[in-house]
């Protein structure tokens, strides 16, 4: 399984980063080869990726979490934020299918949509906490993943998921049932890699 990387930002940045703050984060530099007043050339800062997990996958070591897009972030900030950050070198966008009923992964399909920039990001999701009240839409069958998987997929306005994640262990559901929902969609190319969240050390390595 991928295991999405756990970076802090630059010393003297705070850890959650919203609307205006991120805009100002990402907006300091100037065009490249622009000179300051004393004549000094700005250089274009690099960022150095890392593999996602034992993946080939080439990933930003900030990941841009999408939780709040939807509520209390508006929809005009939650993009601006995704633009910024892309332009940054941030190439890691996260969400879920729970977060704000699904309006955050509508909102990062849009912006990525908007953007032109879905081939350069490895969007990462997650499923199996409730999303309604019935019990139904929940859990790590087969039954709901397929169904989730679609719908995410809908939301996010993409042919597949980069990293599909269990957002959290399901005792109702044998491992084995997931895991073979799981490689099914990767099979079928609707998701690249599987991963899990929220799960501690002897789950993920029973």
């Given amino acids: 399984m991928a295991t999405p990387c756990r970076a802090q930002l630059p010393q003297g940045v705070a850890s959650t980063l919203t609307g205006a703050k991120m805009e100002r ?20 800062p690099s960022v150095t990726y890392r593999n996602l997990g034992r993946t080939g996958v080439q990933v930003s070591p900030i990941c841009l979490g999408a939780m ?24 890691f966008v996260g969400t879920a299918n729970v977060y704000n ?18 081939d350069q990001v490895v969007l990462a999701t997650k499923f199996g906490l409730p999303m309604d009240d019935t019990g139904t839409l ?51 190319g609707k998701v690249r890699y599987i991963g899990c969240s929220n799960l501690s050390v002897e789950q993920v390595i029973a």
Avoid: C
Avoid at 25 to 44: D, I, L, M, V
């Fill in 25 to 44: 984060f990402f907006s300091w530099r100037p065009a490249y080869g622009a000179t300051n007043p004393a004549g000094t050339q700005h250089k274009e």
């Fill in 68 to 91: 709040n897009f939807g509520g209390p972030t508006s929809d005009e900030d939650s993009v601006r934020i995704v633009d910024a950050a892309v332009d940054g070198g941030i190439n």
């Fill in 101 to 118: 009923a699904g309006e955050s992964e509508r909102i990062v399909g849009q912006a990525l949509k908007q953007n032109g920039r879905r």
């Fill in 138 to 188: 929940r859990g790590a069958s087969r039954r709901y993943i397929m169904h989730a998987v679609d719908a995410s997929l809908k939301r996010l306005r993409t042919d597949w998921i980069d990293l599909y994640q269990l957002h959290r262990s399901d005792d109702r559901t044998p491992i084995e049932e997931t895991l073979r929902a799981l490689d099914e969609l990767v099979r079928h």
